[in-house]
C-alpha cells in the first residue's frame, strides 16, 4: 500500500494533533464514501474466504471434519449472521477511522510488519477471554447464533449476533486504540491484520482438514444436539477448546 502526506487540511485538529496517517486517498473520501470503502473491505474479504473455505471442503471430501448434514436452513441462518457481522463492522471502523480513534503514528514496511506481528497474537489473548467470558451463564445468549451450527461452514465464522459482534469489535478497534497508547501504530499494519483475521477465521470454520494425512473424524463422540457441552467434538465444541478458529 502507497502512503504519502494525507491532505492535511481536511482532518479535524485532535486528529493532526493525534499524528494520524493513513492513504490520502481514504483521508479524503466522504462519509458514505468511506462507509462504502469500509463495506468493500469487509465483504471482499469474506466472499473471497468463503469462496477458498468452500472450494477446500469441495476438493477434500475424505478429509471432511464431520460427515453430518447441516442444520435445516443453516446456510440461510448464517448468511443472516454474516450480514450482521459486516453491518456492526463497516459501521464501527467507518467510525474509528472518521474520528481517529486509532492514531495511526508510524509507517513503512518495519512498522507494518511490528503492528501486524503484535497485533495477531494479541487477538488470539483477547478473544480467548472473550470466548471464556461468552461461555458464561451470564452471556452464553449473546453467543447461541455462532453455536447453532454445530457442524461448521465458512460462513460459521462470522455468523453471530449484534452483541457478539460488537465484542469482536473490541479486538479490531479497542486493541490497536489501546496498543496505540504504548507505541505508534502503522495503517497498513493494521489492514492486515484486519484481513488476516478475516481470512483465517472464515476458511478455519471450513469442515475440513486439510493439512491432514489421514481423514478427519467421520462422525461425532456425541450427537450434535444442542446439548452437546464443550468438550463435545463436534467442530462447534472443538471450537472451544481453542484448537480451531473460534
Ligand atoms: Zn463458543
Not at 452464553?140 to 453471530?160: C, E
Request: hydrophobic share 50%; charged share 10%.
Amino acid at each position: 500500500m502507497r502512503f504519502a502526506s494525507p491532505r492535511i487540511e481536511t482532518l479535524p485538529p485532535s486528529i493532526l494533533r493525534s499524528g494520524w496517517l493513513m492513504p490520502p486517498t481514504l483521508a479524503s473520501l466522504s462519509l458514505p464514501g468511506l462507509t462504502l470503502a469500509v463495506f468493500a473491505f469487509f465483504a471482499g474479504l469474506t466472499l473471497a474466504s468463503a469462496a477458498v473455505g468452500f472450494a477446500l471442503e469441495r476438493a477434500l471430501p475424505k478429509r471432511r471434519v464431520f460427515d453430518l448434514p447441516l442444520f435445516p436452513g443453516q446456510l440461510r441462518s448464517e448468511l443472516l449472521g454474516n450480514a450482521v457481522f459486516l453491518a456492526v463492522a463497516t459501521v464501527t471502523v467507518t467510525l474509528a477511522l472518521r474520528f481517529g480513534v486509532v492514531p495511526f503514528g508510524a509507517r513503512g514496511a518495519l512498522a507494518g510488519a511490528l503492528t501486524f506481528g503484535v497485533m495477531v497474537p494479541g487477538f488470539q489473548v483477547f478473544y480467548w477471554l472473550l470466548h471464556r467470558a461468552m461461555h458464561h451463564r451470564a452471556l452464553v445468549r449473546i453467543h447461541r447464533w455462532h453455536h447453532r451450527s454445530q457442524v461448521t461452514t465458512p460462513l460459521t465464522g462470522q455468523s453471530m449476533s449484534a452483541f457478539e459482534a460488537l465484542g469482536w469489535m473490541l479486538g479490531y478497534v479497542g486493541l490497536p486504540c489501546l496498543l496505540s497508547q504504548v507505541a505508534p501504530l502503522s495503517f497498513a499494519g493494521w489492514a492486515g491484520y484486519l484481513a488476516f483475521n478475516v481470512f483465517g477465521n472464515i476458511v478455519g470454520h471450513a469442515n475440513v482438514e486439510p493439512t491432514a494425512r489421514h481423514a478427519a473424524t467421520r462422525g461425532a463422540t456425541c450427537s450434535p444436539t444442542p446439548s452437546c457441552s464443550t468438550p463435545c467434538t463436534t467442530p462447534a465444541g472443538r471450537a472451544t477448546t481453542g484448537s480451531r478458529a473460534p
